[in-house]
């Protein structure tokens, strides 16, 4: 029973691979269910040793299947997506919430209210758009006056941010992050040496594409 335990905990955990990266509460409903479905499924053959493992497996594969083909045809096809996943419903508007979409949804004032102070809003008056999003998160959008300054409203040129790569992550090197970055082993061996540092003394190293470099190193090193 242990090692099918693992078996398919192991399976269950590349099932939820192949259907992506998302956390629960971003889930549609048709990958939530498929989920729920699969891990009860993924139940059977484990308590009940009658059962062999590719039959406990071929209904999970068919419904990973089936969610599959429901992806791509929703892909493809917007009546099949609101039909699956329903669509963006409107609870705030110009400061003021639309209660019959609020009754719609099941959505009722202290859970808008303390969703919106979630996003750092105190008060309603300062919304001018509140949106729950099909995957069940609230979107805010604060009037103009209320939302925080930008650097071209302060007249101020930003530049852009570059993406940092993460080159050795617990004194373990990636070399691929070293290669999309644009340095080398060479590179790394003289930064290293500049910073009077091994690579197993290192926690965490990132570097862009321009040299900029944050360099964390493990307490008792640093």
Same mark, same amino acid.
Request: charged letters at 20%; one cysteine or more.
């Given at each position: 029973?242990?090692?099918?335990?693992?078996?398919?905990?192991?399976?269950?955990?590349?099932?939820?691979?192949?259907?992506?990266? %998302? #956390?629960? @509460?971003?889930?549609?409903? $048709?990958?939530?269910?498929? *989920?729920? =479905?699969?891990? &009860?499924?993924?139940?059977?053959?484990?308590?009940?040793?009658?059962?062999?493992?590719?039959?406990?497996?071929?209904?999970?594969?068919?419904?990973?299947?089936?969610?599959?083909?429901?992806?791509?045809?929703?892909?493809?096809?917007?009546?099949?997506?609101?039909?699956?996943?329903?669509?963006?419903?409107?609870?705030?508007?110009?400061?003021?919430?639309?209660?019959?979409?609020?009754?719609?949804?099941?959505?009722?004032?202290?859970?808008?209210?303390?969703?919106? %102070? #979630?996003? @750092?809003?105190?008060?309603? $008056?300062?919304?001018?758009? *509140?949106? =729950?999003?099909? &995957?069940?998160?609230?979107?805010?959008?604060?009037?103009?006056?209320?939302?925080?300054?930008?650097?071209?409203?302060?007249?101020?040129?930003?530049?852009?941010?570059?993406?940092?790569?993460?080159?050795?992550?617990?004194?373990?090197?990636?070399?691929?992050?070293?290669?999309?970055?644009?340095?080398?082993?060479?590179?790394?061996?003289?930064?290293?040496?500049?910073?009077?540092?091994?690579?197993?003394?290192?926690?965490?190293?990132?570097?862009?594409?321009?040299?900029?470099?944050?360099?964390?190193?493990?307490?008792?090193?640093?």
């Amino acid at each position: 029973m242990a090692v099918r335990t693992i078996l398919f905990f192991l399976i269950l955990i590349a099932i939820i691979r192949l259907m992506g990266k %998302r #956390q629960v @509460g971003q889930m549609a409903p $048709s990958e939530f269910v498929v *989920a729920m =479905l699969i891990a &009860n499924l993924a139940v059977i053959p484990i308590e009940n040793s009658d059962f062999s493992i590719w039959s406990g497996l071929l209904p999970m594969v068919l419904v990973l299947a089936a969610e599959r083909i429901l992806s791509i045809l929703s892909y493809r096809s917007i009546r099949l997506r609101r039909l699956l996943c329903g669509k963006p419903v409107v609870l705030v508007e110009n400061g003021k919430p639309i209660l019959r979409n609020l009754r719609r949804t099941r959505v009722n004032l202290d859970e808008l209210s303390g969703q919106i %102070r #979630q996003q @750092g809003i105190l008060e309603l $008056s300062q919304v001018q758009y *509140a949106i =729950l999003e099909t &995957n069940g998160c609230l979107a805010v959008i604060p009037f103009p006056h209320f939302s925080p300054a930008s650097a071209r409203d302060a007249g101020i040129e930003a530049s852009a941010q570059e993406l940092p790569y993460t080159v050795i992550s617990e004194g373990h090197l990636l070399e691929e992050n070293l290669i999309l970055a644009g340095k080398s082993k060479l590179w790394l061996e003289d930064y290293l040496r500049a910073k009077g540092c091994t690579q197993n003394q290192v926690l965490l190293l990132t570097v862009t594409q321009s040299g900029k470099t944050a360099l964390l190193l493990h307490e008792q090193c640093s």
